[in-house]
Nanobody
Framework: QVQLVESGGGLVQAGGSLRLSCAAS????????MGWFRQGPGKEREFVAA????????YYADSVKGRFTISRDNAKNTVYLQMNSMQPEDTAVYYC????????????????WGQGTQVTVSS
């Protein structure tokens, strides 16, 4: 079992930055790969960024590529999402998630989810 807790959300102006954190727990944590999703008002949950299962590669949605960076600190069992050059379209509830494998872009591949943290970008 893996438990995930997000933090770091808040209000930021367009062009600003935020860093989200996802603290993970569970003895089987090393068996999972981590990803970030978001869900804006009236929208479906969409993929943002993820690690490959082995942690060698990273993947990003086209909408955030070049602006967002996923990283992790293994000693702290924590995954981060650094968000730069933020835009109003980035406003959403952001979720971290853990998967055993499968398609890194699909929410259905993820087995565990955090509670979400609100990110709001103003013009």
């Amino acid at each position: 079992q893996v438990q995930l807790v997000e933090s770091g959300g808040g209000l930021v102006q367009a062009g600003g930055s935020l860093r989200l954190s996802c603290a993970a727990s569970g003895r089987a944590f090393s068996m999972y790969a981590m990803g970030w999703f978001r869900q804006g008002p009236g929208k479906e949950r969409e993929f943002v960024a993820a690690f490959s299962l082995g942690g060698i590669s990273t993947y990003y949605a086209d909408s955030v590529k070049g602006r967002f960076t996923i990283s992790r600190d293994n000693a702290k069992n924590t995954v981060y999402l650094q968000m730069n050059s933020m835009q109003p379209e980035d406003t959403a509830v952001y979720y971290c998630a853990a998967r055993r494998g499968g398609d890194w872009r699909s929410s259905y591949a993820y087995d565990y989810w955090g509670q979400g943290t609100q990110v709001t970008v103003s013009s």
